[in-house]
Structure formats: C-alpha cells, structure tokens
C-alpha cells in the first residue's frame, strides 16, 4: 500500500487554496484531515480527479455544531475528510455530482441530521419517508430514542418517482411488500412491452433506528447491535465494529482470537454463496441448482452450529476477541468437509455452465459496465464481475488476513453469469483460506480483556464481508459508552446499481437481476 498519493492531493487542494489540517494517527488506519465546509466541494473535485473511490459519508451530531466525515480509497489506503457546520445554517456542497453513490448517502445525512446539499440533484427524503416531522432529526441529541411518532404514520404516498411518456410507455410497481419472504422494498418500473426504460427504487421500508439505539451502549451491547444490522452477515458487521471499538480503546486481540474471526466470517462467505447461486437458480426454473446449493448451504450451516454454537455465528464476535473456541475434533470435522465441499460445487458449476437454458437466462442480461461499477463505487461480487478487482482482504490488509494468500476472481462481463461465477470461484478460495488457516491455528487466549477508551477516542473497522468492503465508525463518550456509530453495509453502493443494470432487459428478468445483486434492505435501512 501506498501513501504517496494523499501527499499529491493535499498539495493539489493547497493549490486550489482549500483550507486543510491534518491529524496524524487520529484514525488509523485511515488518515485523516478537516476541511472548511466552502471546500468540501472543491475536495470532491480534486479526490474524482486523483482517481480515488468515494467509500462512505455520515454525519455526527457535535454539541454546537454538525460533524460531517467522507471515506476515501486509493491503492488500499483510505483517507477521512471531516468538516464542521453551524446548527443554524447547516448546508454544504454535495459530493453526488462527482461521485453518483454518494447520492443517497447524503440524503440520509439529511434526513437523520438536518444538514442540507446544496448542489444535490435530489432532495427527496430517502429514510425518514414520513414517520417525522421536516424539522425533527432523529440522530440530533435532542431528539429522544422513542421519538414522537403519531398513532399512524401517514402512507408515503405523494413520493415522487420519475414519470415516463410517450407512445406505449406504462408504469409497474412491484412491493413494498412483496410475495416472498424478502424483506420491503419499492420498486418502480417504466416499460415498453416486455422491455425495461427505467427503475427507480424506494428503500426505507426498515428503518430500525439502529445508529439512533446506539447512542450510550456498552461495547458489548454495540457488538450484539451490529451483528443484526443485516443478519446474514452478522460476522463481519460484528467485527468491523469490535475493530473499530477495539483501534479506539488500544486493545489488541490475541492472534487466535483474530484467527476465529476470519474463519467464521469466510463460513459466513460461503454459507451466503452457496444460498445465493441457488436463489439464482430458482429464478430460472433451474430447481435441480437451487435445491442442490440449498442442500450444500444447509450441511455447511449445521456444521458451525456444531463448532460455534449458532447455525449463523451470531453474537460469536464480542470486543476484544471471540466468545468461543474452537476444539481440535471440530477443527478436523471442518477440514475434512473442505474437500468434499470443493467437488460439489465444482461439479455442480460444469452442469450450471453446461445447461443451454439456464445460461441463456444468465448469459448478457443485467449488464453492469466496468465505467458504472467505478461510478457508484461498487465492490465484492458485483463489482468484480464488472472488472473491479478490490479485496480488503488483499488490498487493505488486516490480521490474519495480511499472512494468508487470498485470492480474488474477477471477471469483465458484467452479466448474472459473471456475478454467479464471482460467488462459485469465491467459495473455492474461502475453501483455500479456511485451510490455511486451520493448518495454522495460533495457540493461546481467545479474548484480551477489555479497557475503558477515553473520552472522545474514535476508532474505523474495515472488513470485507461476503457483499464486500464493511466500514464502521465508532466514537465513545464519558463512561467508555458510544457517542456515535456508523456501520455503512456495501449495499448502500449496490442498490443503486441494479436500477442501471437492469435497463434494457426484459421485465420476466428483473427477479434473477435482483437476486444476482442481492442488497441487503435491512443493512441498507438502519
């Protein structure tokens, strides 16, 4: 990893006469700098122009004024650009014009903190819909955990979503609630017969209130939150955030403990795959994949219930290590099913690829172009089916991983094929890493003991969980409780893919498009 970059970009907004300080060390591993609010425009400008990814954008509530932070990634090293606002005049430039992922990201600072874009092409509320008043901010100190909702939260019914017209052009809205178990969301469809002209998307459905029910927890009570802000990855939200709270306190975890983590979050990679490559199946009336996948995932689950003492490790991630060790007859139980594992799924992906009618199901259809993937800063299986190789895990590396070869598969074409084989060619190289990694198990303690951080003292965790890269920020208040916590799923840069990839398709082949993206709706909705 390279730094030398960030000096090149410092010097370019001195040269643009923007007003920047650097704190060093503050937020390892990223570095990070305050930047006057008139700028934060023109930091945009000038980190699009460098080539750097836009990662994450929030928003913290600072007594007098408002606190506003943006990610950025370059050759795996991240910076933190934070400025401040006044209460009473709370507006900044927007990043969206520059960074299209950044758009509802903003608009969620918006509308959780009362601070204004004023360049963003979209004022719409994104998550509040209408269960608060226009001037009530929920993650504003004053507002209390229970709000003031109403005895019926009004239907918001009066959203705006872009009309079509012309000749033939006819609107299909799909959910909120939909037919299976999935969880709600809106979709709105603008079609000519059976082909797509455009979807808009209209998330929220699930607010949960999580960074709000944060505010005063204790680092274990934080560590159970974020293993349910999206339940399928309970793993790696857990321990995005233990990292996070554990870089702030000083802690540092015992190798076994790190060496635990890492093998059930790539349980977790696997478990979720194997789910995913059989949902696709199904919603190609491929029911032969589908029930054989499922039958794989379920086998795998049962055997870390046996190891770990939940079928999903949820609440196995605690601060400062783990909450359970893993024995030696589990240990080989787990290292002989690898093997098996791997001609399974190898065997079962010749027939997938071989079945003329699944893949012209899979094959070109929901096209996501390399230039859209970079745009909205898509990463993990989508994005690398579109050429976009980063790997936290790789690229950004952090114990155990930074002693381990982890192998990343990327393809160019873009398509529910490529998205499919990115998830098959992932489970063989967590297959590899769960090798490597039993084979040389550390021996000693699973846990450090904890120690109060210091007021103020904030802490990022980066995890590459199975959808991709997990950031989560984490700042604490007297008492060693937690004044703010953000965890931003990579979901929030996903979704917004699928309503371009979907275009030109047929409207019988948005489900399989949907579930080859697969965001999550609970880590996008906090």
């Not at 060619?425 to 198990?441: F, K, M, P, T, V």
Request: glycine residues 10%; negative net charge.
């Amino acid at each position: 990893m390279s730094e030398s970059w960030i000096a090149a970009f410092l010097t370019q907004l001195a040269a643009r006469e923007a007003r920047v300080t650097e704190r060093t060390g503050a937020l390892a591993p990223a570095r990070l700098i305050h930047v006057r609010a008139d700028d934060w425009g023109v930091l945009a400008h000038e980190a699009k122009a460098a080539g750097c990814r836009w990662v994450a954008g929030w928003g913290e509530d600072g007594g007098e004024i408002l606190l506003v932070n943006a990610c950025f990634e370059k050759d795996g090293v991240y910076l933190i650009a934070r400025t401040s606002v006044a209460y009473a005049t709370p507006m900044l430039p927007s990043h969206t014009p520059y960074y299209p992922g950044a758009d509802r990201p903003e608009r969620h600072t918006q509308d959780m903190l009362g601070v204004a874009f004023s360049d963003h092409p979209d004022t719409r509320r994104w998550t509040r819909h209408q269960a608060w008043a226009d001037l009530q901010f929920p993650l504003r100190w004053d507002f209390h955990v229970g709000g003031n909702p109403p005895a019926d939260t009004p239907p918001d019914d009066q959203y705006r979503f872009l009309h079509a017209q012309g000749a033939g052009v006819y609107e299909i809205p799909v959910g909120p609630v939909h037919a299976g178990i999935i969880e709600p969301g809106h979709f709105r469809f603008q079609a000519v017969g059976e082909m797509v002209l455009n979807l808009e998307q209209h998330l929220g459905y699930v607010h949960k209130g999580i960074e709000k029910i944060a505010e005063g927890r204790d680092p274990a009570g934080l560590a159970r939150l974020a293993g349910r802000v999206s339940g399928d990855t309970t793993v790696a939200h857990a321990w995005a955030a233990c990292m996070a709270m554990e870089r702030a306190a000083g802690v540092e975890v015992p190798a076994r403990a790190l060496a635990l983590r890492a093998l059930m979050c790539e349980r977790e990679r696997v478990a979720n795959h194997l789910g995913d490559i059989g949902a696709v199946l199904n919603d190609v009336a491929f029911t032969f994949g589908f029930y054989q996948f499922g039958r794989l995932r379920e086998h795998w689950t049962r055997v870390s219930h046996q190891a770990f003492g939940h079928r999903f490790m949820m609440d196995r991630v605690i601060p400062g290590g783990v909450s359970v060790d893993l024995d030696d007859t589990m240990a080989t139980m787990m290292d002989l099913e690898l093997e098996p594992l791997r001609r399974e799924v190898t065997g079962l992906m010749a027939i997938v690829e071989d079945h003329p009618s699944v893949e012209d199901r899979l094959e070109n259809a929901g096209v996501l172009s390399l230039e859209l993937a970079k745009e909205f800063g898509a990463l993990g299986y989508v994005g690398r089916a579109s050429g976009v190789g980063f790997d936290a895990r790789r690229d950004a590396p952090y114990a155990p991983y930074d002693r381990l070869s982890v192998a990343v598969p990327v393809y160019h074409y873009g398509d529910v094929a490529a998205r499919v084989k990115v998830r098959a060619e992932e489970i063989l190289a967590s297959l590899d890493l769960i090798g490597q990694l039993l084979a040389s198990l550390p021996s000693g303690l699973c846990r450090e003991p904890w120690r109060t951080p210091a007021t103020g003292s904030e802490g990022l965790g980066i995890v590459e969980g199975f959808r991709g890269e997990i950031l989560t920020y984490v700042r604490f208040k007297e008492g060693g409780r937690v004044a703010r916590f953000f965890p931003r799923d990579p979901s929030w840069l996903t979704w917004p893919t699928l309503e371009k990839l979907v275009r030109d398709n047929i409207v019988p082949d948005f489900p399989v498009c949907n579930k080859s993206v697969n965001g999550s709706y609970s880590g996008n909705d906090l």
